[in-house]
């Protein structure tokens, strides 16, 4: 059975940063695809990192590029997002997601197994 379950989310003040979490576990496959999306009250859900275990593939939403950075421990089946230079509009229910595929995508609609999410609230 697979099981996501995402720590790391807080109250932090514009500028500062936070590491989100995704622990894995219920996979076989060498090959997995995680992304991380978020969605703000009245928004829809948006993708903003994604990564391949593949090939270790990444690819990032332009809203935070150069500020978020994705990256894996695989031997404690962990996918990280570390936020950095966090801003209000950040301020979001971040869920972490996996599918079985070869290839990194930022589409929601790809992924089948998504975890119970983390607010992240930016504000000073």
């Known amino acids: 059975q697979v099981q996501l379950v995402e720590s790391g989310g807080g109250l932090v003040q514009p500028g500062g940063s936070l590491r989100l979490s995704c622990e894995a576990s219920g996979f076989t496959e060498d090959y997995v695809a995680i992304g991380w999306f978020r969605q703000a009250p009245g928004n829809e859900r948006e993708g903003v990192s994604c990564?391949?275990?593949?090939?270790?593939?990444?690819y990032y939403a332009d809203s935070v590029k150069g500020r978020f950075t994705i990256s894996t421990d695989n031997a404690k089946n962990t996918v990280y997002l570390q936020m950095n230079s966090l801003k209000p509009e950040d301020t979001a229910v971040y869920y972490c997601?996996?599918?079985?595929?070869?290839?990194?995508?930022?589409?929601?609609?790809?992924?089948?197994?998504w975890g119970q999410g983390t607010l992240v609230a930016v504000s000073s």
């Open positions: 997601a996996a599918a079985r595929l070869s290839w990194a995508t930022m589409r929601a609609d790809e992924y089948d197994y």
């Open positions: 990564i391949s275990s593949t090939d270790g593939s990444t």
